[in-house]
């Protein structure tokens, strides 16, 4: 076939694609039958599995996308993507459904670029985090649909102000010294949190997640953390603090934002839904400030760097527009997803070639470290640059490289650290100057060790 003839042909494939999908709202049943219908379709390369139950016992389903379900691939990175979180914020649930069967479809046509993707990531969709407050949105009547009706869960919970407040913890660090990653919980986090957020964290805590996208409604932006300023000057719903709360990877999260934004159709031109964005993208503090954020806490808690996308002015859109807007987004979830790959990835091992847990890996000049998995391996995303990276644990002497990393995929940098014979395993202990319970009135214990394969 001559290579001006085959964009067409693949653009009309893509087409043909869409128009098989059924575009309507899928009320609960109809969105597990959705899932299930793409697994009986493409059952070599997925697996649904529930991440826990909501107040009134709805699954949280999960479909996973990988040339291997089930399993953790040493190197191969695990992303995420989350709907529905806001109940009544429904154009990312549907856009996750229409993700899920276009990745299937385009695997069976021998998409080389999904093909390769699918080969190459460990992909999770959480269609709906908040499934009871879905039903409560869709039960109104779609020509009086209140603007915060159905939002909540079944306990009237906002569950994006529903994480354990690490931002205060790592903002006291930041002035008094002490981490500002991987950060214990408080002790009686689980009595504060709802049974959906609950099996969030779980599920965080079972995969080594890396990257992440929350898709929410309301707005046109992708917003990047932190979504907590240092200082709260008002009260209110939303608290306006028009000053950036950047992290220490702010250049890497405003690329991150852009990648979506400049790949939707229309995110990034402003203004849009009446307010104006540079590029389409927003700093979450910078907009206005929330505590106890789903974003945050993955950074804080996780190694993932996670962003929330804001993709509809209205928050549940007529149906007669989900076709629309399934193809405005359509690029931007493909582009995004491909993110994952990008800055230095390998395996820390010892001198046995037993891979070791747990291990820190810091990056010079940037304060924010990650772990390896349980299998040793790592992924750290960068941007394109030299650095000097240093892989550290328990009971074994530091290494330090210098790397380049180039912008055409991850760089392989493998780590082999010798036993420490001399000083022994290193204590864990808590900085001197960090938050102390006191300060807080809440009491930090060490946080648990974690399974993140295998599940």
């Not at 042909?9 to 899932?35: C, T």
Request: proline share 6%; with cysteine.
């Amino acid at each position: 076939m001559s290579q001006l003839l085959w964009p067409l042909v693949r653009f009309l494939l893509l087409i043909e694609v869409a128009a098989s999908v059924n575009f309507f709202h899928h009320r609960y049943e109809q969105l597990v039958q959705a899932l299930f219908n793409v697994h009986n379709e493409c059952p070599d390369i997925t697996r649904i599995y529930t991440i826990g139950r909501s107040i009134q016992g709805r699954h949280l389903y999960v479909l996973e996308f990988s040339d291997n379900p089930g399993i953790h691939e040493p190197l191969e990175p695990e992303f995420k993507y989350v709907g529905n979180m806001h109940g009544n914020e429904v154009l990312g649930r549907e856009l996750l459904l229409q993700l899920s069967e276009f990745l299937c479809e385009e695997y069976r046509r021998r998409n080389e670029r999904i093909t390769r993707l699918i080969w190459d990531t460990r992909i999770h969709i959480l269609p709906s985090m908040n499934p009871d407050g879905y039903e409560v949105a869709a039960n109104q009547d779609p020509d009086a649909i209140g603007y915060l009706t159905g939002r909540n869960n079944a306990n009237g919970i906002d569950l994006n102000r529903n994480f354990p407040d690490l931002n205060t913890f790592m903002y006291y660090n930041e002035k008094n010294g002490g981490p500002n990653h991987h950060i214990p919980l408080p002790a009686n986090w689980k009595s504060q949190v709802e049974p959906e957020t609950l099996a969030v964290i779980h599920w965080m805590s079972r995969y080594n997640f890396v990257l992440s996208a929350n898709l929410h409604g309301g707005a046109l932006v992708a917003n990047y953390p932190y979504d907590k300023a240092q200082e709260q000057r008002s009260r209110g719903y939303q608290r306006k603090s028009n000053t950036a709360s950047p992290t220490p990877d702010d250049k890497l999260f405003r690329k991150l934002a852009k990648a979506y934004s400049y790949a939707h159709h229309s995110m990034h031109q402003s203004p849009t839904c009446g307010e104006q964005f540079a590029d389409g993208i927003t700093n979450g503090a910078s907009w206005y400030s929330l505590s106890k954020g789903m974003q945050d806490f993955n950074y804080l808690y996780t190694n993932c760097f996670e962003i929330t996308l804001e993709l509809s002015c209205d928050k549940f859109p007529p149906q007669k527009d989900l076709e629309k807007e399934w193809l405005a987004n359509r690029e931007a979830l493909i582009t995004y997803l491909e993110e994952v790959h990008q800055g230095i990835k390998g395996l820390v091992s010892d001198e046995n070639n037993n891979g070791i847990a747990g291990a820190v890996i810091s990056v010079n000049g940037i304060g924010h470290d990650v772990t390896s998995g349980d299998q040793g391996d790592y992924f750290r995303l960068l941007l394109p640059g030299t650095y000097t990276i240093t892989a550290s644990a328990d009971g074994y002497r530091p290494q330090t490289v210098t790397v380049t990393v180039g912008p055409a995929g991850p760089s392989l940098v493998h780590f082999q650290l010798k036993q420490d014979t001399i000083k022994g395993p290193m204590e864990k202990k808590a900085p001197a100057t960090s938050l102390s319970s006191k300060a807080l009135q809440k009491k930090v214990v060490p946080r648990a060790a974690r399974k993140k394969t295998q599940r």
